[in-house]
Structures are given as C-alpha cells and as structure tokens.
C-alpha cells in the first residue's frame, strides 16, 4: 500500500510562486506514474501535471503549462510541483495521485492512490 502527503499550499498574490511536495511511503513499483489534479468549488477536478518515476517525460495541461514544473526526487520518494506565476484561477485544492502505470495519467480514475490534499489561495 502506498500513502501520499501533500505540503506546501498557502495563500499568496497573484503573480507569486509555489512548490508543492508530494511525499510518498510505502510500497513502489517500476513503472509508476504521479500526477496532480486539483479540485476548485464547484468544478470538476482536473488534471494539472504527471511525471513518470522512471525518468520518462513530464505531461501538463495547457491551462499550467509555462508557469508549472512537476519534477522528482526518487531517493527521497518525493514529487514536487513549482508553480510560477500564479493566478486566481489556479486557487483549490491540490491532490498528488499515483498509479502502478504509465499510461493515462490525465485521467484522474485511472489513479491508485490519492492524498488528502493541500489548499492554494490566490489573491488578486
């Protein structure tokens, strides 16, 4: 079983920088992918960033693209998210998720497991 905790969220201005990390405990496999979703009220959650945890490449959504970095630190079993440039419409909550493949990592069902969360505000 694996577990994952989320860090890093708080409340910045537009225009600010973040980084989120995800840590990971627990049982890994070869060929695991991460991902990032984030959920804002009354939206549907949505993919954000993944990132394989073998080396193969990065993936986002062209709402983050440019302004977001999803990067990895297999010794320490963390996944990180920077986020530049910040803007009130990136505000919500951000989820890590992992999966035991490397295939269809913008689908949030097709994810494994799931942590809890950590809140972005963005004022204006």
């Known amino acids: 079983q694996v577990q994952l905790v989320e860090s890093g969220g708080g409340l910045v201005q537009a225009g600010d920088s973040l980084r989120l990390s995800c840590a990971a405990s627990?049982?890994?496999?070869?060929?695991?992918?991460m991902g990032w979703f984030r959920q804002a009220p009354g939206k549907e959650r949505e993919f954000v960033a993944a990132?394989?945890?073998?080396?193969?490449?990065?993936y986002y959504a062209k709402s983050v693209e440019g302004r977001c970095t999803i990067s990895r630190a297999n010794a320490k079993n963390t996944v990180y998210l920077q986020m530049n440039s910040l803007k009130p419409e990136d505000a919500a909550i951000y989820y890590c998720?992992?999966?035991?493949?490397?295939?269809?990592?913008?689908?949030?069902?097709?994810?494994?497991?799931w942590g809890q969360g950590t809140q972005v505000t963005v004022s204006s």
């Open positions: 998720a992992g999966k035991s493949t490397t295939t269809n990592v913008a689908q949030a069902r097709t994810y494994d497991y």
């Open positions: 627990g049982r890994t496999v070869s060929g695991y992918a």
């Open positions: 990132i394989t945890w073998s080396g193969g490449p990065t």
